[in-house]
Nanobody, 117 residues
Framework: QVQLVESGGGLVQPGGSLRLSCAASGTIFSIYVMGWYRQAPGKQRELVAVITSGGSTNYADSVKGRFTISRDNTKNTVYLQMNSLKPEDTAVYYC???????????WGQGTQVTVSS
C-alpha cells in the first residue's frame, strides 16, 4: 500500500507564495511520475504540474512562469513552489503518484490553498 502525505497549504494574499510538499511512503517500487492536480469549487480536477522520473515536467498554461515543480528521489517527495499567487489559484491541491505507465495513480487527501486579501 502507498500513502501520500501532503503539507504546505494555507491562506495567502494575492502575490504571495506557498510551497507544497508530498511524501510517498509504503511500497514504493518505482516512480514513473509525481505531481499535483487541483480542484476548485464547482470545477473539474485539473492538472497543475507533473514531473517524471527522468525530470521532464509539464505545467498547466495558467501556472507557467509562476509555479515550479521539483522532486527529491531519495525521499520520494515532490514539491510545488507557487509564486505570484492569484485568487483563481484557490483550490484543493491533490498530490498525484503513478508507479508505472501501466498502473493506476494514487492520490493524496488534498490540501487547501486559498488566495485572498
Amino acid at each position: 500500500q502507498v500513502q501520500l502525505v501532503e503539507s504546505g497549504g494555507g491562506l495567502v494574499q494575492p502575490g504571495g507564495s506557498l510551497r507544497l510538499s508530498c511524501a510517498a511512503s509504503g511500497t514504493i517500487f518505482s516512480i514513473y511520475v509525481m505531481g499535483w492536480y487541483r480542484q476548485a469549487p464547482g470545477k473539474q480536477r485539473e492538472l497543475v504540474a507533473v514531473i517524471t522520473s527522468g525530470g521532464s515536467t509539464n505545467y498547466a498554461d495558467s501556472v507557467k512562469g509562476r509555479f515550479t515543480i521539483s522532486r527529491d528521489n531519495t525521499k520520494n517527495t515532490v514539491y510545488l513552489q507557487m509564486n505570484s499567487l492569484k485568487p483563481e489559484d484557490t483550490a484543493v491541491y491533490y498530490c498525484y503518484y503513478r508507479p508505472t505507465t501501466l498502473t493506476p495513480p494514487y492520490w493524496g487527501q488534498g490540501t487547501q490553498v486559498t488566495v485572498s486579501s
